[in-house]
């Protein structure tokens, strides 16, 4: 028997990892938190492990490269959210944040952000569910003296913005009324006839469904 919820108990930061697209030029993005340091020495190495099936993976096997920024313990859920509950195929998740670029020209979200890592892909190892991406870190900077965000943390802050969601909900409106909902990755805020949005609905700035639509 196998309890998941042991792997919780390992202490692990939460971060946003991005690359570029070489065949298009965009910017992809997603939220890690498997990232360790593997050698101190020179070259400065870093283990990052992501998803196989993400198109974030995807794209950094054929990028070679990406920029790691830490995130601090009071970084927004707007953030993690947007980085972490969608798919940087359909959705461009960099929309609406701060942004700077690395020495390599690969951007990054400085909202929330406390360091930066960027590295250059060495090796990739098929770790079976993960891709482990072994990196040599070619630029560093520290932006902030605050906490860093744990997973443990993440998790308290997830089930406490849930919890404050459920609190504040207002009563439905009439039958026959409308409704204002605001995106709340983007903040992008529509009108609408009833109280629900319809099933299909997108966001049409940032492109994320109605359950990151919060009532208004």
């Known amino acids: ?42 070259p400065k190495r870093v283990s990052v492990a992501c998803m196989k099936e993400g198109f974030t993976s995807k794209v950094l096997l054929e990028s070679k490269h990406f920029a790691l920024t830490t995130l601090a313990v009071d970084a927004p859920m707007a953030l993690i959210e947007a980085f972490g509950y969608q798919s940087s195929e359909t959705v461009d998740k960099f929309l609406g944040w701060e942004l700077a670029a690395d020495a390599a020209g690969t951007p990054y979200v400085k909202d929330g952000a406390i360091a930066l890592m960027c590295c250059d892909v060495f090796d990739v190892l098929d770790m079976g569910s993960h891709w482990l ?60 006839d009833g109280d629900e949005l319809p099933a299909d609905f997108t966001c049409p700035r940032c492109g994320v469904g109605r359950d990151l639509f919060q009532r208004v």
């Open 1 to 42: 028997m196998i309890d998941k919820k042991a792997l919780y108990t390992i202490s692990q930061g939460v971060y946003l990892l991005s690359t570029v697209d070489p065949a298009t030029g965009r910017a992809v993005g997603r939220v890690v938190d498997a990232v360790s340091q593997v050698a101190s020495g020179d």
């Open 133 to 192: 991406f072994l990196g040599d870190v070619v630029e560093a900077a520290v932006f902030s003296k605050a906490e860093p965000m744990t997973y443990a943390g993440y998790r308290a802050m997830k089930a406490a913005a849930k919890a404050a969601k459920a609190e504040d909900k207002p009563a439905a409106p009439a039958s026959g009324g409308k409704s204002k909902w605001r995106c709340m990755i983007c903040g992008f805020e529509i009108e609408v």
